[in-house]
Structures are given as C-alpha cells and as structure tokens.
C-alpha cells in the first residue's frame, strides 16, 4: 500500500517561512488529487489545500497569498510552501492523495509559530 510521509515542519518566528514535504513510496502520478490539511487538539481537521494532477489548485481563504501548493512527479513528493506564518498557523500538518483505490494519509509534521 502507497506511504505518504511528511517532513519539513518546525519552530519559526511570526513573519517567517517553512516548506513542508510529502513523499510517495509511489508514484504520485497515480494521485489525481492531493492535499494539505492541518488539525490542531480539539479541532476538526482542516483543509489547507489542494492540488490535481493538471495543476489547478484550491486554497483556504485564511491562507490565500501566503501559502502555495505543488508537485514534483520526477521526485514523487508534493510541497506546501508557507510564507508570512501567524501563530494560528500553528498545528500538525498532514499530507494526503487521491487514487482510483482509495485515499492515503501521512502521520503529520508539527509546525510551530511563536516568538
């Protein structure tokens, strides 16, 4: 069964940036969908963004101008790029594709933003 793991997450100051990784022990060509969700303790989870294979994108209002989404076919591995971080973006970040199959999470990255 296709793996999904996360990486990339950490502590960051207010105004900065980090680039969170998900890599496929496939390809994720088979995906025809992937997406970045976060979820914080006592909260639903929540959609971040989302990507097709064509390469039209989705993005929560709250993270529209700020966060950009994207894949790399050659290195099976999607990227959620975060710039200007706020403290509310603080949660754990998750990964997940969309095949004919079925759906595939990732166990998550903690992203951390504080001063």
């Known amino acids: 069964q296709v793996q999904l793991v996360e990486s990339g997450g950490g502590l960051v100051q207010p105004g900065g940036s980090l680039r969170l990784s998900c890599a496929s022990s496939?390809?994720?060509?088979?995906?025809?969908?992937m997406g970045w969700y976060r979820q914080v303790p006592g909260k639903q989870r929540e959609l971040v963004a989302v990507i097709a294979r064509g390469g039209s994108t989705n993005y929560a209002d709250c993270v529209k101008g700020r966060f950009t989404i994207s894949r790399d076919n050659t290195k099976n591995t999607m990227y959620l790029q975060m710039n200007s971080l706020r403290p509310e973006d603080t949660a754990v970040y998750c990964c997940?594709?969309?095949?004919?199959?079925?759906?595939?999470w990732g166990r998550g990255t903690q992203v951390t933003v504080s001063p």
């Open positions: 496939g390809s994720i060509f088979s995906f025809s969908v």
């Open positions: 997940n594709g969309r095949t004919v199959i079925g759906v595939y």
